[in-house]
């Protein structure tokens, strides 16, 4: 005997297509049933981010809000890269001291940088001056990850077919894609909408927070997390320079692209600070901008000033030392201790062509 | 590609979607392998070979141990068989692991010896298709069924992708017989598989994935938590082991049932066995009646008085703890069962035994239940030194580290388990799982599967976490 009745079987009429449709339209309409319940009963508001870097950072923000002047904002070469400390060193032996805070986060989506705006919003640093971003809205890829519950707590529904359009590169209405698109975006539509994991990750701490207990971090880092701290990046690749070109044909921005810049440098000068587009240092140049896209952005915001340290860009010293790599796309603590005295130095070099004081 | 996750969802519609489009047997039968060989080279296509070689080498050695009674000849492609099957394994799982233990023992005794350690692959699901393919030639060998004459036949014994990667381990005399006639759509009890299939989804997805992160924190450095986590781990790994691996089995028997097959059941609430014969029984049915059959009985079973009845009971729960992994620790968990079952026998041989009386039966059931949960610390630990580290942990006899995993998730995690295990139990007593739903209208069965689904994907553990038997 088994844990259930095994296995027999039965001598049923053979059912005909339209009762098995039948059957499938009343499972279907249970799912769904059950996911709109879902949707009504854990409200967003309930989740929490399956990362604890974002509490972390925005709590440590938070507390030295008032003396922020300068944040930097992008994915996780921008977390490695740049330390707040060295760079603020730099700038006071240049003469222009200031207060800067790393508020970046390992593979940052577009809709979580989203969310970090809105938590910045709601802190409101009073001093804050430069925003120093990384856009990233034209590589991706996870963005699409609809599995994750990660992508879906930021994807509210009004947003999320913009996010996904904007994955997608293009602004087309749904219908007007052609095949494969358009299920991709139903794909994601309905991920969104069937809260995947939802109740799991409401009751269970996040994962990593099991692995990395409180207690354990480093606030006067100001929001800089060096590689050796933690596990090797899973980039894929593990030998650093040269860099890898692009492996498809070059993209231009499309206008939903461009749009999204627009509405990025919007909300951050709604936040009473300047956006300066930053390109770290990577590897891979499917991680970089490409010389085309840098020339679609600096036509169509010749306002927004950019400090690429892209190969093709000013930086060569950079990428001619191994051991400044810690992989193909992230810093070691020693690359990182260079790019953020270089970055200063390029930094006070913008300050002092515009004439301003942080 | 496992069973719990999209990538499974979409092959196996694919699959069953045009299998029951095919007209002839032969066609599915040759469609079903190509199935399996795309299920397995989704791992790793390289080693599909090795099961190509696996099935070659025993469809002709049954083919010609049963063309002869000259008993030398059989007696010769049976070792081949034997040679060839446990050979494949010997390199793949062991060589690694006794080179490293004879060069500890050589240096034990003052030699000095070194062996350079080869990056061996072991491919997924190896002990459980080698076992499989191998007692089909023993059970030729013994008369016990003829061989099999179609290659296509046997070639989809071994390959049927529902069970091909962690078992349940299949006797070719109950599945090669099934293949005979066509599979009939109708005959197919399709709401018992789809409801074993969820039930299997849920033990997998929802329990022994939101388990697998706090029993991984732990086992990853034991010697840095309190006694508390260190019991919280090892109960949660009690648990998870059984969901994960009997969360598999039902997906596994589910999607073969879907397919028109029937797999040999697995697990009968193994927990609420009232001693460790019993648990035996209920446990990874088809490795121990495996073990019995070709191991125990062959080493000569209880034929031979009572001590080498224990010595056979023991060298067979060690080689099968050897089974799971090349370990030491494999051999301490497979030992701990060994000397209980014979601890059992002799209690029971001086009439004492605790689960035939009601009243002492609880008793029974948590010295059991104990046991098990005890010998799984030495399974789960990463090493010799971590095993007895968190025994010590556990017996109170270590001092404390610092760190705790105590807190709401795991008070919470906790009460959802208990109450699960209190379904379970509910559940098994009732027979819900397997009659009283039948109750209902196929209607609303159907708005009710769905229905679950929607909570079970709500449940569910957004990290997949590969099945802890794939690694056997």
Redesign the interface.
Known sequence: MAEYRHQREVDARPAGAGRVLGLCASALAGLFAGFAALNVLVTKDLWHPPLPRFEEITSELEAVKDQVEVLFLGPSHMMTDIDPRVFDARMAALGRPLFSYNYSVESLMVSERDYLLERLREIRPKGLRYVLVKPDVWIHTTLVNTFSTRTRYFNRPATVRRYLELRLGSTKPFFTYNLPTSLVIAWGGLMHLSNVGVISDLILPPKSALTEPAGERHPERRGYLPLDDEKPKDSGDDSPYPVQPPSGPVRQLSAGELAELARLFREIRELGAEPVVLIPPVGNDNLADTAETLAAMATTFPEVAVLSFHPSGQSPELYEKLGYWADRNHLSPAGATRFSTLLADRFATLLNSRGGAP | MIFSE?KFFLFFALVFGFYWTLRTNSSRKLYLIVAGMVFYGAWDWRFLSLILYQTGIDFVAARRIEATNDSRIRGRWLKLSLVSNLGLLAVFKYLNFFAASFESLARSAGFSVSHATLHIVLPVGISFYTFQSLSYTIDVYRRRMPAVKSVLDFGMFVTFFPQLVAGPIVRAYDFLPQLDAKRE?????FR??LT?FL?GFFKKA?VSD?IS??V??FY?APAAFDTATAWLAASLYTVQIYCDF?GYTDMA?ATA?LLGY?LC?????PYLALDITDFWRRWHMSLSSWLRDYLYISLGGNRGGKIFTYRNLMLTMVLGGLWHGASWNFVLWGFMHGLALIVHKLWTKRGVDLGARPALRPVSWLMTLGWVAAAWVPFRATSFGDTKTTLALLSGAAAEGA?S?L???AL??WA?VGALFVGHVVT?AT?L???RWRLVS??VY??????????A???????YAPFIYFQF
């Open positions: 999209i759509a109708r005959k197919i009890d018992w598989a074993l039930v929802c939101n992160p706090y991984d924190a990853n009997s028997i049932a029937r059941p697995n697990f009968n609430a760190k995993l807190g709401p998730g919470i995690l959802v098994h027979k799982w397997s009659e196929p209607g159907a708005f009710g599967y769905g229905l679950a689904w929607a909570v994907l709500a449940l569910k553990s957004t990290d």
